[in-house]
């Protein structure tokens, strides 16, 4: 095949997944990966680099649109971490 193996991309999916089998005994699907680091990124790049560097952005936060979807993000990123723990814990 002409596909190229891209370490970059690849290697992240391989730690995530060794991480959630060794750590929690969860079996960790792609879509977990994809939604995990999705909604992580989009939370960092909101409440550490654009607060981080605006001190008003967190005092007017409530008319931003893009906070609301970081606050989305985070919370999203909160239920899969419950979801790992729940299942975790019925193990």
């Not at 989009?42 to 970081?70: C, D, Y």
Request: glycine content about 4%.
């Amino acid at each position: 095949t002409d596909a190229t193996f891209d370490p970059s991309i690849e290697l992240p999916k391989v730690v995530f997944k060794s991480i959630m089998e060794a750590a929690f005994e969860y079996e960790s699907t792609p879509e977990d990966f994809d939604m995990f680091t999705s909604n992580f990124e989009e939370g960092v790049h909101e409440f550490v680099l654009r607060q981080g560097t605006n001190p008003l952005r967190k005092a007017f936060s409530f008319m931003i649109p893009e906070v609301w979807v970081a606050k989305k993000c985070c919370s999203a990123v909160q239920d899969f971490g419950k979801k790992v723990l729940t299942a975790y814990r019925e193990n």
